[in-house]
């Protein structure tokens, strides 16, 4: 049963106007470039009456994502009284992959994360749109606008070859990103260590907050990079849209999607880097693109 008729799951004309609208999304991440609202993390607002705390506005914000995208496929497949389980292998791997990096970022990430800043409620909605409408495009691509036999892959130019390439970069960025997330919720574990025994020492008398204990990052990647979980998350969703080939077009919209939200907070956190720790120490690191900028 569909949520919105002819919307949610989209019908083809309908999808094709998503995606259309979803490919200027650029646009959008690139007013970051103006504005200098952030809403979240370094840039959350201390005391504000739309901020959410800030786990539960990440779970709550990327939850969307691969739930409309299972919905989807099943919508769609079952709209042409077939299943999930009737397409192709490769159209489940590239639907498993899209949730197993979604079970990490939207369920796991915000619970292992020692503290996260509050987020603004506009941040959440943004959020939570962009996961509604990315789980959409990539969900009616798997289930029905995109190759949904052998045949059709075969025709799309299907390689084995470019697929196993596409799933190494996909597992690789995954991994990149999930130990650069790791080494940041290190500093403040290490942090609440530190307190910890502070307060041991003093009889436990005294403590201090770990929420918005921020270091300069230097173990791992962040030796070399100061933002290697984003560089990496773009390695990851490459390699999904080569694995799915030049013509999976929601994929290369994700991608370049994320590229235009990602990159101007990156830029705006080497700045806040330098005024904090000193141009000279930060300014030894490349901000995201190694070897580049
Ligand atoms: N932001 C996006 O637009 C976006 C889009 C797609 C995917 N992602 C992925 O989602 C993950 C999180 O993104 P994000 O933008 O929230 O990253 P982030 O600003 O680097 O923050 C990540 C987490 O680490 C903490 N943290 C950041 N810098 C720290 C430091 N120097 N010392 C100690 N703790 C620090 C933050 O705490 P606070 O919350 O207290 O600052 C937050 O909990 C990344 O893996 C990213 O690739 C982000």
Do not use: C
């Given at each position: 049963m569909a949520i919105v008729q002819n919307w949610l799951p989209p019908s083809e004309d309908n999808y094709n106007f998503i995606m259309f609208w979803w490919s200027l999304f650029p646009l959008f991440g690139s007013l970051q470039w103006v504005v200098s609202f952030d809403g979240?993390?370094?840039?959350?607002?201390?005391?504000s009456m739309f901020n959410i705390p800030g786990k539960l506005a990440w779970l709550t914000m990327e939850v969307p994502g691969a739930t409309v995208l299972l919905y989807t496929i099943r919508a769609?497949?079952?709209?042409?009284?077939?299943?999930?389980?009737?397409?192709?292998?490769?159209?489940?791997?590239?639907?498993?992959?899209?949730?197993?990096?979604?079970?990490?970022?939207a369920i796991i990430y915000p619970l292992v994360a020692p503290s996260m800043s509050d987020i603004h409620v506009f941040v959440w909605l943004s959020a939570a749109s962009f996961q509604v409408c990315n789980g959409t495009c990539i969900g009616a691509w798997l289930a029905?606008?995109?190759?949904?036999?052998?045949?059709?892959?075969?025709?799309?130019?299907?390689?084995?070859?470019?697929?196993?390439?596409?799933?190494?970069?996909?597992?690789?960025?995954?991994?990149?990103?999930?130990?650069?997330?790791?080494?940041?919720?290190?500093?403040?574990?290490?942090?609440?260590?530190?307190?910890?025994?502070?307060?041991?020492?003093?009889?436990?008398?005294?403590?201090?907050?770990?929420?918005r204990h921020y270091e300069l990052p230097n173990n791992g990647l962040f030796r070399y990079i100061l933002y290697p979980h984003y560089f990496f998350e773009w390695v990851e969703w490459l390699g999904y849209w080569?694995?799915?080939?030049?013509?999976?077009a929601p994929a290369r919209a994700f991608l370049l999607n994320e590229i235009f939200s990602m990159l101007p907070r990156a830029v705006k956190g080497g700045e806040w880097y330098r005024q904090k720790f000193g141009a000279e120490k930060v300014n030894k690191k490349w901000i995201i693109i190694p070897g580049i900028y």
């Open positions: 979240m993390g370094k840039g959350s607002i201390a005391k769609l497949t079952a709209a042409r009284g077939a299943s999930p389980e009737d397409l192709p292998w490769q159209n489940k791997v590239l639907a498993g992959l899209f949730v197993t990096h979604y079970a990490y970022r029905a606008y995109g190759p949904t036999t052998q045949a059709e892959w075969a025709a799309s130019g299907f390689s084995t070859a470019r697929f196993a390439a596409g799933l190494l970069l996909f597992s690789a960025g995954l991994a990149a990103n999930y130990f650069s997330d790791e080494e940041l919720r290190e500093i403040r574990r290490s942090e609440q260590r530190r307190q910890e025994r502070l307060k041991k020492s003093q009889g436990g008398k005294g403590g201090g907050t770990i929420h080569v694995a799915g080939g030049f013509a999976f």
